[in-house]
Every structure is written in structure tokens, then in C-alpha cells.
């Protein structure tokens, strides 16, 4: 808590509203949090898509729906969220109709919002959801996803410093950034204008001008963005307290939050929605989880 104050102090502020909420939800159960989410993603939706409809927002542009979000892949996210959401609060009672329309609304965020990321994450959630159908019981599965769980953050930090680092080395970084959106490149850029430093920095994103920033500013990637703006000892906290709620998780057995969590680590690694407090409870939930014995 205390350095959440201090970051908001010096700028950071969403780091100390991620602080102060995390304090406030630990007294709270958790699937009440879900819900609230649940709630929050859902109004979002209806409301700026409403006023999309109705031309006060923009619609989108040529090949790609916005309905009034920034671009594509936020309104992606949140319905991706939704749908996560709503999977993991009804998470014993799996149904051929609940997995056929899962299958679809999967389908519409890639083909309607071309976000590969979160239908990929959502893929990988409803193949861990059927599993746990069958394999619930399974030591060695449940030990298996265990490991898997608590290596991502870890790997997800690694493997977008290395791209970062090693963008345009060789000519299979460059198939690499091809393949991930050129991200690599504006890790790269980013990584060497920004340094990561020991607490938060402040960034002022340059669209336009002789000093246009690569990407034309575009910057995401839960990982190496929150090392980048938050700092080493706050992104560390970060990777600490999802650590440590994992292992909370699986002491007693929550395996439908696990599998929320694997899916968001995931997209992650492309997306810093996953680690927006506002937009996904993971992060919260991970900082609440060291306040209290937070299940």
C-alpha cells in the first residue's frame, strides 16, 4: 500500500488506484468480484456501442469494427472478459450449448475484431475447461497445469525482453515481428527510448511530428509494458503477487479462476488489457490475495 501511495505520489497513479482497489476487494468473495466485472463489461459494451450506433461515436473504419472503442482489439478484450466471466461463474455446469455458443462468440472477436490474441486465450480456456470435464481428478494433469501456471508470468517477462532485445538481429526476428504485429520493433523502441528504471516513469506518447514514435505510438504487451512504465520493483510486485495467488489458488483448489488466470497470462504477452486493472480483475485479485487469505 505504501508503495502505491508513493508511485501515485510521483505520477503513478494508476499503480495506487490498483493498490487502494486491491485493498478494498480483499474483503470481498471473490465471484462477487467476477460479477461486478461482469456487470462493468457488460454496461461498457451497450453503452458506447449504443452511442456508436446512434453516430456520436465512430463505428469504425474500413475492415475494422470499433463501435466507438479506441480500436479493435479493446472492445475484443472486454468481450472476451465477458465471456470468461460468465464461463468461469458457471464453471461446473459445462453443456453442448454453452461450448457451441462459446465456439461462436470465439469465431465473431476473430473474424469481426481480428483479435487473434484473445481468440487464441479463448481457445486455450475452453480446451482447459473440457479437460477439467474429464481430468479434474487427475494428479498428474493438475500438477502439469500447475507448472504451466506459474512459469507464464516468468516467461512471458523473458520472452518479450528477448524479442525486444533481439528484434532485427537476424532475419528470424523480423519473421517474428511480421507474425506478432510488429511489436517486437516497438518493444525494441521502446526498450531503448524508455529504460526500464528501478520505480514508475512518465511517457508522453508522440503521434505526430518529426519525432513520431514507431508504431505511430501504438504500445502493448502486459509484460514488458508494465516493466516499462511501472518500474523494476513494482513490475517485480506484480510478477510476485501473481505468483502467489496461483499457489493460493491451487491450495484450495480453485480451478476456475486458474484457468482464467492461464488464459489472461497468455494474452498478455501481446495485450496490456490483461493487466489493466480496469478492464480484467486478475491483477486486482493477484494484490488482494496479499492482504488476505483472498480464495
Not at 478484450?77 to 465456439?103: H, P
Request: a neutral charge; proline letters at 3%.
Amino acid at each position: 500500500m505504501s508503495l502505491g501511495i508513493f508511485n501515485g505520489v510521483r505520477g503513478d497513479s494508476e499503480f495506487m488506484l490498483l493498490c487502494l482497489f486491491s485493498l478494498y476487494i480483499s474483503y470481498i468473495s471473490w465471484k462477487v468480484v467476477v460479477k461486478l466485472y461482469l456487470i462493468a463489461s457488460i454496461t461498457s459494451v451497450l453503452f458506447i456501442c449504443v452511442l456508436s450506433l446512434l453516430g456520436i461515436l465512430p463505428v469504425g473504419t474500413p475492415g475494422s469494427f470499433q463501435f466507438g472503442f479506441i480500436n479493435s482489439n479493446v472492445i475484443g478484450f472486454i468481450i472476451t472478459m465477458i465471456i470468461i466471466e460468465i464461463i468461469v461463474l458457471s464453471w461446473k455446469r459445462v453443456t453442448a450449448c454453452k461450448l457451441f455458443l462459446y465456439a461462436g462468440v470465439a469465431l465473431i472477436i476473430y473474424k469481426l475484431f481480428n483479435d487473434s490474441t484473445s481468440f487464441i486465450g479463448l481457445i486455450i480456456l475452453g480446451i482447459i475447461y473440457i479437460l477439467f470435464t474429464f481430468l479434474e481428478t487427475n494428479k498428474t494433469f493438475i500438477v502439469f497445469l500447475k507448472v504451466i501456471a506459474l512459469l507464464l508470468p516468468i516467461l512471458g517477462t523473458f520472452l518479450s525482453l528477448w524479442l525486444a532485445k533481439s528484434y532485427g538481429k537476424t532475419s528470424f526476428s523480423l519473421k517474428i515481428n511480421d507474425i506478432l504485429s510488429m511489436r517486437p520493433q516497438i518493444w525494441n523502441f521502446f526498450l531503448n527510448a524508455f529504460p526500464p528504471k528501478i520505480l514508475s516513469q512518465s511517457i508522453q506518447i508522440i503521434t505526430d511530428g518529426p519525432q513520431t514514435f514507431v508504431g505511430g505510438g501504438a504500445f502493448d504487451g502486459g509484460y514488458i509494458e508494465g516493466l516499462i512504465y511501472h518500474g523494476w520493483f513494482s513490475f517485480l510486485l506484480i510478477i510476485f503477487a501473481l505468483e502467489y495467488v496461483i499457489v493460493k489458488l491451487f491450495q484450495h483448489n480453485n480451478y476456475e479462476l486458474i484457468s482464467c488466470f492461464i488464459a489472461l497470462l497468455i494474452i498478455a504477452f501481446t495485450e496490456g488489457t490483461s493487466f489493466n486493472g480496469f478492464q480484467s480483475f486478475m491483477i486486482p485479485m493477484a494484490f488482494a490475495s496479499l492482504y488476505s487469505d483472498y480464495q
